[in-house]
Nanobody
Framework: QVQLVESGGGLVQPGGSLRLSCAASGSIFSINAMGWYRQAPGKERELVAA???????NYADSVKGRFTISRDNAKNTVFLQMNSLKPEDTAVYYC???????????????????WGQGTQVTVSS
């Protein structure tokens, strides 16, 4: 079983910054990509940013130049540095671990997809 635990959300004024963290724990053998999605009220969940184990990144157009995703492979942790926040960035942010291989009974099993519980980010004056 793999768990993703997020932290770092909160209330911030427009133009401010927040840093989200997500740590994956469990019998993990490898994780292909880790990323952040967000869902605002009445809207569908959307990709914010993702990063592969090799360091390749992908960003939504709406956050390019403002958000930076990074990853510590050794600790199975992904970070999202969010700068110049706007009210439209307000949403619940979810961490995702994609194509996860786990160790079960001394064997590799997978790939599986896991989600965190979500952390609220509110940008408001």
């Amino acid at each position: 079983q793999v768990q993703l635990v997020e932290s770092g959300g909160g209330l911030v004024q427009p133009g401010g910054s927040l840093r989200l963290s997500c740590a994956a724990s469990g019998s993990i053998f490898s994780i292909n990509a880790m990323g952040w999605y967000r869902q605002a009220p009445g809207k569908e969940r959307e990709l914010v940013a993702a990063i592969t184990s090799g360091g390749s990144t992908n960003y939504a157009d709406s956050v390019k130049g403002r958000f930076t995703i990074s990853r510590d492979n050794a600790k199975n942790t992904v970070f999202l540095q969010m700068n110049s926040l706007k009210p439209e960035d307000t949403a619940v942010y979810y961490c995702n671990a994609d194509k996860v291989w786990v160790i079960s009974w001394s064997r590799e099993e997978g790939p599986y997809d896991y989600w965190g519980q979500g952390t609220q980010v509110t940008v408001s004056s």
